[in-house]
């Protein structure tokens, strides 16, 4: 039994007499409404994977009432402790009240790598929707392993040469640094800095109502130009009561209302949840029609995760996303040749990922691969999800550049991440928008680590977090609320200060900064303890410093010279909070944002950046072009 413990109940889980496909019994799966609970095989009895095989899992199933269950593949590089990798993921069955059989079949080298993915656990899900009731009843399951029919093989990512991400400064005792103001590394990656909405008339309620009217309360429109947003998404513009083209209209009226360029906002059109697929002349009908009001938008993301478990009716497979992704890229281009076309990815899977990566390549310009944290909470330390989670990511997303490159010889390709934040489930079991630690300063702290690498090492081309608006019961993603207009979440302010603390340029920095440590798999990793971001504005009259401290109980002096810049003057912010389970709905600014004391002499900047906190700091030049 596998899920949250509440939902650990071996009554839902038992071996039935009546009516079994074949011998004296069969399996049962009962799931109560709105649970989260499933069954997976035994670790005892874990698959172990080779490489060059086949695996065929075989199965027959009958419910109470006619639906679709979910079976999949758990996979892991260890048991002992888990350690996840990469699986071929989940597929829908079709069941009913009659024995009907189903058949997956995963094949190494393609859908996984036996290196990483080195075991296998069967996973059993009553129903694809936890809202409903249902019983399962699985019978005669069979594995086999048979050499792999398929010819060739993916690039297997362990055998990529994927160069290690820069840090910038090394370890040491203490944080000491110093600035070259006239040694720029590359313009910052100000794309980074986004927020998505939801949909036009998204699940909260604005900014458009079901109708098709504006309802954003001027306050809270106020409140998200303030951000500076530099880029923005919505999905599902296709799913609108009141038409495609008039979501169009409504998007593109929003981004001129909150000064968000169009022409870097990223359009999405399927069906929410994918439950239909959307045809490639719609997508052109929609493309032609925005070209033709003059909108400038030019990036289109085709589908919203066809990988999860609710879109596998219309993609049970990543070979059926593709063929839908090529005849819509198509028809796109033809529309708006110049337009920039996105190919939804999960960025650690293999069949979801790296898969697609070749049999797309050409297709696409950039890619969309979601890069949420997903870790267990309730195990892992505050440092551990502001730090450890973002190398990770970080590894996964250098990881796919490399592919993009091997797959693309000769394009431009790029990732553009239209979804992505901490993705923890609660302490008892709640669903990630559900835990208050997601939004508070554990998840804040986290998008500013990840924040600073994206912006300072041009990992990617842009990114837009999750999400602009959510109700006050479902605060993990939180940003803003049309519940609490006069309110803010934690993260909004990141965003609001960050994007002001962020030049034309990228600057050089070389020091030292204490280093968490961690081990997995039997080794040992480490980054920064305190990241920070360089960057100057393109007059060269203001240097701003972004430093986010992933420690919950040290502070830490900070020493920063500043070579070649004038500094006549220099301010402080911080960002804290004193709880790991403090609210994250923050009442007044004043709550969440503190001037930090800091000390300029000689060309040095001197302060102390507290324990779990983010710090924003400019300094400005004395005189024209210093």
């Known amino acids: 039994m596998w899920g949250a413990q509440k939902y650990k109940d071996p009554a839902n889980f038992t071996r039935e007499t009546a009516n079994p496909h074949s011998g004296r019994a069969c399996l049962r799966i009962h799931h109560p409404a709105g649970t989260a609970g499933y069954l997976v095989s035994s670790p005892e009895h874990a698959i ?10 075989a199965f ?6 006619t639906g679709r269950a979910v079976f999949g593949f758990e996979g892991y590089e260890l048991l002992k402790p888990f350690t996840d990798a990469p699986a071929p993921g989940f597929f829908s069955v079709e069941v009913g009240p009659e024995w009907k059989p189903a058949t997956f079949e995963v094949h190494e080298g393609w859908d996984f790598f036996a290196s990483r993915t080195r075991f296998f656990l069967l996973v059993f899900k009553a129903t694809a929707d936890q809202k409903e009731e249902q019983t399962l009843y699985v019978d005669d399951v069979s594995l086999a392993e048979t050499p792999s029919t398929r010819e060739g093989r993916l690039l297997e990512r362990t055998e990529l040469h994927v160069p290690p991400l820069e840090h910038r400064l090394a370890r040491g005792d203490k944080l000491a640094f110093v600035i070259d103001a006239e040694k720029r590394l590359r313009r910052a990656t100000r794309e980074a800095a986004g927020i998505s909405f939801h949909r036009v008339a998204g699940w909260s309620g604005v900014p458009y109502n079901k109708e098709g009217k504006y309802v954003l309360a001027p306050q809270l429109e106020t409140a998200i130009r303030e951000l500076h947003l530099p880029m923005t998404r919505f999905y599902a513009v296709g799913d609108e009561p009141f038409g495609l083209e008039a979501a169009i209209d409504k998007a593109a009226e929003l981004c001129r209302r909150i000064n968000v360029p169009l022409d870097k906002t990223v359009l999405e059109f399927e069906t929410q949840g994918a439950s239909k697929i959307l045809a490639p002349e719609v997508w052109s009908r929609g493309v032609k029609h ?8 030019q990036r289109w993301e085709i589908t919203n995760e066809p990988y999860v478990s609710s879109a596998k009716v219309m993609f049970p497979t990543p070979d059926a996303y593709a063929e839908h992704f090529k005849a819509v890229s198509q028809a796109v281009r033809v529309a708006q040749p110049g337009g920039q076309i996105g190919l939804s990815i999960h960025g650690r899977s293999t069949a979801w990922g790296d898969y697609l990566l070749k049999l797309c390549a050409g297709q696409y310009d950039f890619v969309v691969p979601h890069y949420y944290c997903f870790m267990d909470d309730n195990k892992s330390g505050f440092s551990d999800i502001v730090l450890r989670g973002n190398a990770a990511t970080l590894d996964d997303v250098l990881r796919v550049n490399t592919l993009l490159r091997e797959y693309n010889p000769g394009r431009e390709v790029y990732q553009y991440d239209t979804e992505w934040g901490v993705h923890n489930s609660g302490p008892g079991g709640e669903r990630a928008d559900y835990n208050v630690q997601n939004s508070n300063i554990i998840g804040t702290l986290h998008r500013a680590v990840r924040l600073i690498y994206y912006t300072r090492e041009e990992l990617l081309r842009g990114a837009s977090s999750w999400e602009m608006f959510t109700r006050l019961n479902s605060p993990g993603f ?5 519940e609490a207009p006069e309110k803010r979440f934690l993260i909004y302010w990141l965003y609001y200060h960050f994007n002001r603390h962020v030049g034309e340029w990228v600057l050089e920095m070389q020091g030292t900064t204490p280093y968490h440590e961690w081990a997995a798999g039997g080794k040992t990793f480490s980054m920064p303890q305190i990241p920070v971001l360089a960057t100057i504005s393109g007059d060269g009259k203001s240097l701003f410093l ?19 810049f004038g500094a006549a003057k220099a301010k402080a912010l911080v960002l804290s909070q004193d709880s790991v389970d403090a609210s994250p709905l923050i009442a007044r600014e004043a709550d969440a944002i503190a001037e930090l004391p800091v000390a300029l002499e000689a060309g040095v900047l001197r302060c102390t950046i507290p ?16």
Do not use: D
């Open 48 to 57: 172990e994977t080779r490489k060059g095989m086949r695996y065929t899992v």
């Open 60 to 65: 027959w199933t009958r419910a109470e009432k």
């Open 290 to 297: 925005a070209q033709e009001r003059g909108y400038g938008f």
């Open 478 to 482: 939180g940003i803003l609320s049309p």
């Open 546 to 564: 972004v430093l986010v401290n992933g420690s919950w109980t040290a502070s830490s002096p900070c020493e920063a010279k500043l070579h070649h």
């Open 611 to 626: 324990a779990h906190c983010a710090v924003f700091i400019t300094a400005s030049s004395g005189g024209e072009g210093q």
